[in-house]
Every structure is written in structure tokens, then in C-alpha cells.
């Protein structure tokens, strides 16, 4: 990711938990293309989609 770039243009993605869009992070530079989970607690909850929010 480039320096400089503002906030509101970072890519998003939805969670595949509960279909939020959650935005790129630092942390998640060399894994944004795995990144499927906005938080770890739809991470822990995988396997209940769409049932609960974050």
C-alpha cells in the first residue's frame, strides 16, 4: 500500500460472518487476500454466519 493514500479510499471487504464491510489495515498488508474476517470474534464464530453482529 502506498504512502499517502487517505482513509476513506483503503479497499473493503465484507465479512463473511456477520456482512459488514470492515477496511484494509496496516497489520494486514502481506494477508489482505486471506483476510475474510472483520474481527476475532467472527473469526470465533465462523461457523454461525449471518446469526449475530459484531
Known amino acids: ?3 499517502g493514500i487517505k482513509k ?3 479497499p473493503e471487504k465484507l465479512c463473511i ?3 459488514r464491510p470492515f477496511t484494509w ?3 494486514w498488508e502481506k494477508v489482505w487476500e486471506e483476510v ?3 474481527s476475532e470474534k467472527c473469526r ?3 461457523n ?3 446469526k ?3
Open 44 to 46: 470465533r464464530n465462523k
Open 36 to 38: 475474510k474476517y472483520c
Open 8 to 10: 476513506q479510499n483503503l
Open 17 to 19: 460472518v456477520c456482512q
Open 48 to 50: 454461525t454466519p449471518n
Open 1 to 3: 500500500m502506498p504512502k
Open 52 to 54: 449475530q453482529a459484531c
Open 25 to 27: 489495515r496496516k497489520k
